[in-house]
């Protein structure tokens, strides 16, 4: 299939399946397309946890594939564009694995946080990796934070 007619599919993709869109639609900037794409995830994580966890698993796997693959286009003449939102969407589902209530909260946001700010150790490393893998690294790491605070936090209540 021509690169061209693969491009629409690949924004689709890459911009979180529309979230990383939406804020320019309604504020006329990308500011938050990322935690718009977090807030999907979020819903998408609702909505399979009555399913086995090999569902969710595979919904992560599928979702950080998509992150290294949909923005290459984008990134070559963008950097790394703010509307790019898979890559949110991948973190997300990671920091939420397994986790329910409180625990479930607590890991988004600390997801957010360690993906926003970029201080914990490894974050900002992984952003300056090459490419793709750069865009999704920091998300990812930021996403292991995510899951550590949440599965520490279940452990207590």
Do not use: C
């Not at 869109?21 to 609702?46: C, E, F, H, K, Y």
């Not at 909505?47 to 290459?72: E, F, K, N, Q, R």
């Not at 939420?96 to 970029?118: E, M, N, Q, S, Y």
Request: charged share 10%; hydrophobic share 55%; net charge negative.
């Amino acid at each position: 299939m021509p690169a061209m007619t693969t491009r629409p599919l690949r924004r689709f993709l890459a911009s979180g399946f529309g979230s990383g869109l939406l804020p320019r639609r309604i504020w006329g900037s990308d500011n938050g397309a990322g935690t718009v794409g977090a807030v999907l995830a979020a819903i998408i994580a609702l909505a399979i946890s009555p399913l086995p966890d090999y569902v969710h698993l595979a919904a992560t796997g599928i979702a950080v594939a998509l992150s290294l693959w949909a923005p290459i286009p984008f990134l070559e003449q963008d950097g790394d564009p703010q509307w790019v939102a898979i890559d949110e969407v991948a973190g997300t589902l990671i920091a939420l694995t397994g986790l329910a209530g409180v625990p479930w909260v607590v890991a988004w946001l600390v997801f957010r946080a360690a993906d926003i700010w970029k201080v914990l150790p490894g974050v900002p490393q992984a952003e300056q990796l090459p490419g793709a893998i750069g865009v999704t690294g920091d998300d990812v790491v930021a996403g292991l934070y995510g899951l550590a605070a949440g599965a520490l936090l279940s452990l207590f209540i």
